[in-house]
Structures are given as structure tokens and as C-alpha cells.
């Protein structure tokens, strides 16, 4: 988007064929090390920094940097686990797909309701069980490289998990009403067979 934010998880082909297991992981990998996924890691590390959140980290460069690890690590184990091994594993398509269609109402809650359904690699719709149980995954592994002092499991995982929750709602709803308006070259169509 703009030639500087990512737009990997998102199809604006209705009927694309599935991705293979490679391409999943080649998603993933392209998503984590975006320079953008880098600013969004820093731009929340520093929001928790300036409000001293997770104060077993440290004031100052130090504390500000392992906000930052954390931060980045919980991006780096959502993504592949919600976006990648789950997928593969449970044959489900980790993209959002455009509809572009309809009223605003109803392309709002189409937005919001894939964050929970997804297409399966059979091109049906179904409960998006990579990207919930991948985000308390996520959430869960998060709880270990957090502070002790600042952890507590169950609010840690929840707080986690749903913050990767919303933030996925977010990206789909942006993806349907501003994204495809700011996407140079955008291919709506599969090339042509020769």
C-alpha cells in the first residue's frame, strides 16, 4: 500500500486458489521481516515505555529495547502460528478476502465477522480456528518472556491475545474500506493462461 505498508494477507481475487503450504510460510516470513512490522513493534514499545507498562523491564534505552523485543516476538510467534503452521495444518487459507460489494453495513460486519470465519483450502467457509487458537497460542508463549512481576497468566494471555484479535479485525476493516484505493498495481483477476 503507498509502496511502504504490506498488503500480503489480503485477496482481492473472491475465487483464488488456496495457497500451498510453502507459499503460507513464505507469507509469514515476508509479514515478519517488512520493515513496517518493525515500526509497528517500535511505535507500540514505545507507547508501553512512555506509559511504564511492564515495569520489569527497565527504564530508559534497556527497558525501551526489551518492550520492543517482546513486542516483536509476540508479532513474530502470532504470525507463524496463526498465519503459517496452523493453516497448513488445518488446511485454511490465512488471507482476508476482499468483498468490495454491498452496503456499508454489511461490508463492515463482513470485515469484522473474518477475523472468526475464514476460507478453508476447499474454498469453503469456516470457523477460523488458525487465527483464534494462533493468537492465544501467541499469547501464551508471550507469557514467558514477559517480567514476572508484571505477569499475570491469565490477564497476560487474554491482554495479548486479544490485542492480536483486534488488531486483525482492524487490518480487515481497513483492508475493505481504504487499502484497495491505496494499492498501486493491483491485480483483481488471475493472469491469463497461455
Not at 98 to 115: I, Q
Request: hydrophobic share 40%.
Amino acid at each position: 500500500m503507498l509502496g511502504i505498508i504490506p498488503n500480503f494477507y489480503v485477496s482481492y481475487v473472491p475465487d483464488a486458489v488456496p495457497l500451498a503450504p510453502k507459499q503460507k510460510f513464505q507469507l509469514a516470513w515476508k509479514s515478519t521481516v517488512d520493515p513496517f512490522t518493525f515500526v509497528g513493534a517500535a511505535a507500540l514499545a514505545g507507547v508501553q515505555h512512555a506509559r511504564g507498562a511492564f515495569s520489569g523491564y527497565g527504564p530508559g534505552v534497556q527497558g525501551y529495547a526489551k518492550r520492543f523485543g517482546a513486542d516483536y516476538a509476540t508479532v513474530l510467534s502470532g504470525t507463524y502460528i496463526a498465519s503459517a503452521i496452523l493453516p497448513t495444518l488445518l488446511k485454511q487459507d490465512p488471507r482476508y478476502f476482499y468483498k468490495g460489494t454491498g452496503s456499508t453495513r454489511s461490508r463492515f460486519l463482513y470485515a469484522l465477522a473474518n477475523t472468526v470465519i475464514c476460507k478453508g483450502d476447499n474454498k469453503s467457509w469456516q470457523l477460523n480456528y488458525s487465527g483464534i487458537l494462533g493468537n492465544f497460542a501467541s499469547g501464551g508463549i508471550s507469557y514467558f518472556y514477559y517480567p514476572t512481576n508484571d505477569r499475570s497468566a491469565t490477564q497476560l494471555v487474554l491482554q495479548n491475545s486479544l490485542i492480536r484479535i483486534g488488531e486483525t479485525s482492524l487490518a480487515r476493516v481497513l483492508q475493505e474500506f481504504v487499502v484497495r484505493k491505496l494499492t498501486p498495481r493491483l491485480q483483481t483477476r488471475p493472469p491469463a493462461q497461455p
